[in-house]
């Protein structure tokens, strides 16, 4: 059975998650049929439908790989990978606000090429941990990959 100081931080861990999703999602959403509607896009681009099903998922998978990590057991490689989820969620969190909400394709591309070296870091780190909160988070990286080469086509593009 999980304790209770356990179920407070994993509500904590997916409150703390979600917030950035919702912050995301409310710059992001007004953007998408006006400016971002109006950029040209690489003919791979994923349907309109596929985000707001995607990141659900990934933010849950996150938060169970945040929460897990700090469940383990203390140690400095618990602190480091507890850290480098701190700094790749802070990234996560410039990302949508420097891309849709200042329309800066550029330092999108900066941020969101920080972000693949940091949540790489963060897998590379959290595999010392727990390698299941490692794996939780491969789905979410695959998904930045796949993002990165977007934001790069994107500016290519224009």
Not at 8 to 29: D, E, H, P
Not at 55 to 69: C, D, G, S
Not at 102 to 115: F, K, N
Request: proline share 7%; with cysteine; glycine share 2%.
């Amino acid at each position: 059975a999980l304790s209770y100081s356990s179920i407070a931080a994993l509500a904590c861990s997916m409150a703390i998650c979600f917030t950035v999703a919702f912050i995301g999602a409310r710059v992001t959403t007004p953007e998408i049929p006006t400016w971002y509607a109006s950029l040209a896009k690489p003919s791979w681009t994923p349907p309109r439908i596929a985000f707001p099903v995607v990141w659900p998922i990934l933010y849950f998978l996150m938060a169970l790989a945040a929460w897990m990590l700090w469940e383990a057991p203390s140690s400095p490689y618990r602190n480091a990978a507890l850290v480098a989820f701190a700094v790749q969620l802070s990234l996560n969190a410039v990302w949508s606000p420097i891309f849709f909400g200042r329309h800066d394709v550029r330092a999108g591309m900066i941020v969101i090429s920080a972000l693949v070296v940091a949540i790489g870091i963060t897998i590379l780190i959290a595999l010392q941990v727990d390698r299941t909160a490692a794996v939780l988070l491969v789905p979410y990286f695959a998904w930045i990959l796949f993002a990165t080469a977007l934001n790069a086509r994107i500016l290519a593009l224009n």
